[in-house]
């Protein structure tokens, strides 16, 4: 049994090797880029966490607010006096202006030169009234926007302070490692695609043989929908719930090699669940499942899928929801391929098909026998 299994095994000996230097390939090239590839990594967790940090921000904007409302209620009509000072400034440089005008005009008006000059010098000190009231207004607004911007920085400041740390010495160089190791995965997925191919190729038949190229392009294509949904639709949901939930109380520092780890595996499941289709189009093209079978087994399916959305995914309802929906409903398009690749037929079909394939033969040896006897 062990002599027969030894050819089996240094195929896959060598469909190994071939993949593992694919991979090796992709990493090395992937390497080179490595600040890039994981600026792109970390780019979901940097935007949760600027929008957790507005969150919180605004949330504290408006408890600062409601005391300074319950404090200004506090200390009466003297508090709220100086509150509108530039407003009363701007209405006291009105009415000096306006005393100013008069004035003037009542000094152009009389004929007695000393009344003349006494409402000149009233004129006067009432312009310079209105000029200072002005000037004074202005430095009562800049001096409290000053004040507004400086509480406002150090609410800032206070309030969300999340950032990204590493906790080992060569933490910046092993996630490094772990990303260009990751892209070079994405990068060989074709290649390890036409090599599982040519593993099973020798049991196919010839023409079954030639659906390599679309079993390698659309495994490639789906692996990646799979992981550009993870990206774009999973992640930025599942890291913003888990960083608001708290972080009223404590301020997030997120290791970067935890985070690592944690987001290619959530990629990479994601990839491997959107296989689902391309896998269940060959094995029913080779007659081994049909849309029956799918079908029979959708109970267990589902129970299947959410443990392993609750594997996968950060530990939330949305998350794993958000996983979950999708491989349910690739299931269902599944079974719709299967049943167009390899549809289920019942044994009554299948027998009266043979009843007449039988008759068929039937009539074909008595016409080649009557042809004989003539």
């Known amino acids: 049994m062990f002599e027969s299994m030894k050819p089996h095994l240094a195929e896959l000996r060598q469909r190994l090797a071939i993949s593992a230097l694919a991979v090796l390939v992709g990493f090395i090239i992937a390497f080179t880029f490595h600040n890039t590839i994981l600026g792109w990594v970390t780019k979901p967790l940097n935007n949760a966490l600027v929008q957790v940090g507005k969150i919180v921000e605004k949330r504290e904007m408006g408890t600062w607010k409601i005391s300074g409302n319950e404090a200004n209620a506090s200390t009466g009509s003297g508090q709220a006096?100086?509150?509108?000072?530039?407003?009363?400034?701007?209405?006291?440089?009105?009415?000096?202006?306006?005393?100013?005008?008069?004035?003037?005009?009542?000094?152009?008006?009389?004929e007695n030169p000393r009344l003349q000059k006494l409402l000149q010098q009233a004129a006067s000190a009432a312009e310079e009234l209105a000029r200072n009231s002005r000037i004074l207004r202005r430095a009562l607004v800049a001096e409290e926007n000053l004040t507004r911007e400086k509480i406002d920085k150090k609410l800032r400041e206070k309030s969300f302070n999340g950032m990204i740390t590493t906790h080992q010495v060569g933490g910046a160089f092993f996630v490094a490692l772990k990303v260009s190791f990751f892209a070079g995965i994405l990068m060989a997925m074709p290649v390890i695609l036409w090599q599982l191919w040519l593993f099973i190729a020798p049991g196919l038949y010839d023409n079954e043989k030639r659906m390599v190229l679309p079993f390698v392009v659309g495994g490639s294509v789906m692996f990646l929908v799979g992981v550009l949904f993870a990206y774009y639709v999973?992640?930025?949901?599942?890291?913003?719930?888990?960083?608001?939930?708290?972080?009223?109380?404590?301020?997030?520092?997120?290791?970067?090699?935890?985070?690592?780890?944690?987001?290619?595996?959530?990629?990479?499941?994601?990839?491997?669940?959107?296989?689902?289709?391309?896998?269940?189009?060959?094995?029913?093209?080779?007659?081994?499942?049909?849309?029956?079978?799918?079908?029979?087994?959708?109970?267990?399916?589902?129970?299947?899928?959410?443990?392993?959305?609750?594997?996968?995914?950060?530990?939330?309802?949305?998350?794993?929801?958000?996983?979950?929906?999708?491989?349910?409903?690739?299931?269902?398009?599944?079974?719709?391929?299967?049943?167009?690749?390899?549809?289920?037929?019942?044994?009554?079909?299948?027998?009266?098909?043979?009843?007449?394939?039988?008759?068929?033969?039937?009539?074909?040896?008595?016409?080649?026998?009557?042809?004989?006897?003539?």
């Open 81 to 110: 006096a100086k509150g509108n000072a530039p407003a009363l400034l701007t209405d006291h440089a009105q009415s000096a202006e306006t005393l100013h005008r008069t004035l003037k005009e009542a000094s152009a008006a009389t």
């Open 234 to 374: 999973v992640t930025p949901f599942g890291f913003q719930f888990l960083i608001t939930f708290g972080s009223f109380l404590y301020t997030p520092l997120i290791n970067i090699e935890d985070y690592v780890g944690f987001f290619t595996k959530i990629l990479i499941g994601f990839g491997i669940a959107f296989e689902l289709p391309v896998f269940a189009y060959f094995l029913a093209l080779l007659g081994l499942i049909t849309d029956k079978t799918l079908k029979d087994y959708f109970k267990y399916a589902i129970v299947i899928i959410f443990l392993l959305a609750a594997f996968l995914t950060p530990p939330d309802v949305l998350t794993q929801l958000l996983m979950a929906a999708p491989l349910i409903l690739l299931y269902g398009l599944s079974i719709l391929i299967v049943r167009y690749v390899n549809p289920y037929r019942p044994e009554e079909e299948d027998e009266e098909e043979e009843d007449e394939f039988e008759r068929a033969e039937r009539e074909m040896e008595e016409l080649e026998r009557g042809s004989g006897e003539s």
